[in-house]
């Protein structure tokens, strides 16, 4: 059978499996929560596998060997958002399913809400949910069409379409719980297809296995058309470009944005997939906190860290050698890739026999889905419930109308997503960009919210709308000034306004102290560590910034020339070092530290002592 056909197969196998979970949720969820937040009980090995496959999108999977090919080594540091997009979870995660169990919130803007007594602080939630949703569910829909074309010749258009029913249907159809659980499949596809398709090609006849590979990458020429190949590969050009546009000095002076400060605060974008209004609903939705530090841990800094400091390296870095020596291809035309979104779909097509192409193109897809489906059914809830039931129906909706007008605004999420991305290409690549970094100002109010930092809620409030509003002018206006990435500029302003407005002495009023006293005191007594898990804390409070700072900071740059082993050049060589010894952090961070971990007493707690604050139907 031809490829196509391994390609139609493993596509209808996957559909469905996808429809099953979408059909079994639309007979058994009877409940508001039940649809939205999978009635709190989405268990262990769910959530383990599906929070780990929605945090790696299938940009992760096309986009990230792409850009390995076009900025080399350098760019490669962004595979550690295996462990930058956990840790924010290693935050908040716990403490907002914490407060989930307590208070009844469904949304995130009803935990905001209620902390800053303030309905701006949930208008801005739903504004960010909504862009989030909306931008990010697009870039995943349309980079499936293309694979979709690339692979099977179907047109852009109607590919777009088909991918987005198939979301669209399990999604509305199952709610949370039905996404949850098509998640599981989707990570084992993901995770599977990227190490496939790295094996396939590191062991091809064109590159000649893994000794040769080294070999390749240490005779990559030093003057390719008036460029250094070797060092833009191989090496970090600089600590930073200090100046208000670094993008256009890179390409004004032939080198890569990848300095030192902007892999750092590229990782601050991606620690926003964790803190973005989608996944605080997602974590109301698990049955206990239990999975969430293997989550962190074992699945996505270890496994899926495994598949892509190498994996997509070696899709990434063998792409380059290969086009540089000229490879002829089987149809007889030489290899070139015209953009970095051609290269996986060039290296599947021409690199994987058949049957095995039908399984990376189900792991494309299913990494593309696995994104889209969450954001498009928390897109959906967080309208409904922060829109709809309270301003349209002023809380009086029942269980069955709540559930048929989710549906209805996630079918309007998916439309919007669609249609946006069909019709605005160049806004789709801005406005998905700047998704996570929106993510990221989101830390401001969990920062208050969770671990009690101080400043009145206007101040809060004000600070998420500057903090935007700097994310698109420092991506859009100026691109990364002083080679920081627009999610750093977000977050730092909006810190910066909510503590200017402490600094002027407003003050909340009565009702809003004594609710954030209240909850401080919740948070501080069932969430309180032991003796042993205070002095790890105490610890990774100086490990963790000084991980930060040689891992994927300034002191990266030290990775061009400190030590190489088993043929990797020395800055991979640094980051399988630093990625293991991240490994190391996560779990003293997540366990020892008790960051992620709950004691059978504090879920029996959490279940007991609650003070529900929100109206359910």
């Known amino acids: 059978m031809g490829q196509t056909t391994w390609v139609y197969i493993f596509l209808g196998i996957y559909i469905i499996y996808a429809f099953y979970w979408g059909l079994k949720g639309y007979f058994t969820e009877k409940t508001s929560a039940g649809y939205a937040v999978a009635g709190r009980s989405i268990p262990f090995i769910a959530f383990l596998m599906a929070a780990t496959a929605a945090s790696f999108s299938g940009w992760t999977f096309i986009g990230h060997p792409g850009l390995i090919w076009r900025d080399g080594l350098p760019y490669a540091f962004a595979s550690f958002y295996v462990l930058t997009i956990p840790i924010t979870g290693t935050f908040f995660a716990k403490r907002n399913w914490l407060m989930g169990k307590r208070y009844g919130f469904i949304t995130p803007g009803d935990m905001f809400a209620y902390y800053y007594n303030s309905e701006a602080a949930r208008w801005l939630t739903v504004f960010t949910a909504f862009l989030y949703s909306m931008f990010y569910s697009a870039v995943q829909l349309m980079a499936s069409a293309a694979l979709f074309h690339y692979v099977a010749g179907v047109p852009v258009t109607f590919g777009a379409i088909f991918m987005a029913f198939i979301v669209w249907f399990y ?347 209240e909850v401080r005191a919740f948070l501080d007594s069932i969430d309180a560590p032991t003796e042993s898990g205070q002095k790890w804390r105490n610890a990774m409070k100086i490990l963790v910034p000084v991980w930060y700072f040689f891992a994927i900071g300034p002191a990266c740059i030290l990775g061009n020339s400190a030590f190489s082993f088993a043929g990797f050049p020395p800055l991979w060589s640094w980051q399988i070092f630093w990625w293991i010894l991240g490994i190391i952090m996560m779990w003293a961070l997540t366990f020892k530290a008790e960051m992620s971990t709950t004691s059978q007493a504090q879920i029996e707690r959490a279940e007991t002592d609650t003070m529900i604050v929100v109206k359910e139907a």
Not at 181 to 206: D, H
Not at 218 to 237: C, F, I, K, Q, S
Not at 303 to 327: D, H, N, P, S
Not at 337 to 365: E, H, R, T, Y
């Open 171 to 517: 999604v509305c159809a199952g709610g949370l719980r039905a996404s949850t659980w098509v998640g599981v499949i989707q990570f084992i596809l993901l995770v599977g297809g990227i190490i496939l398709l790295g094996y396939y090609v590191v062991t091809s006849e064109a590159i000649g296995g893994w000794t040769a590979f080294t070999q390749h990458m240490r005779e990559l020429p030093t003057d390719l058309n008036g460029m250094n190949m070797r060092a833009r590969m191989l090496e970090v050009p600089a600590v930073g470009w200090w100046v208000l546009d670094a993008a256009k000095y890179a390409g004004a002076n032939k080198t890569t944005v990848w300095t030192a400060v902007m892999a750092l605060t590229y990782m601050f974008a991606l620690m926003g997939i964790q803190s973005s209004p989608a996944f605080t609903l997602w974590n109301f939705g698990i049955k206990s906190p239990k999975p969430l530090a293997w989550q962190q841990t074992f699945m996505s800094t270890f496994v899926v860290g495994f598949a892509l400091f190498y994996f997509t390296a070696f899709q990434g870095m063998g792409a380059r050698v290969m086009e540089i020596a000229g490879l002829t291809l089987a149809d007889g035309t030489v290899l070139k890739f015209a953009k970095d979104s051609d290269v996986v779909p060039i290296l599947m097509m021409n690199f994987l026999p058949p049957v095995v192409l039908g399984l990376v193109f189900m792991g494309a897809i299913a990494a593309i889905h696995s994104t889209a489906a969450p954001y498009i059914g928390t897109g959906g809830t967080i309208l409904l419930r922060d829109v709809y039931w309270r301003y349209i129906r002023k809380q009086e909706a029942g269980h069955a109308e709540q559930i048929w007008v989710n549906r209805l605004l996630a079918t309007v999420v998916t439309a919007a997503a669609l249609l946006v991305g069909l019709t605005s290409k160049a806004a789709l690549v801005i406005l998905g960009a700047l998704a996570t970094a929106f993510g990221f100002v989101m830390y401001v109010y969990l920062m208050g919210v969770h671990w009690g930092f101080r400043f009145p809620s206007i101040g809060a409030n004000l600070g998420v709308l500057a903090g935007m509003i700097a994310v698109f002018l420092t991506y859009y206006v100026w691109v990364y000034p002083l080679s920081m990435h627009c999610a750093f500029w977000g977050t730092f302003v909006g810190l910066v306004v909510a503590y200017i407005f402490r600094g002027l002495g407003v003050k909340d009023n009565e009702e809003t102290i004594k609710r954030q006293n």
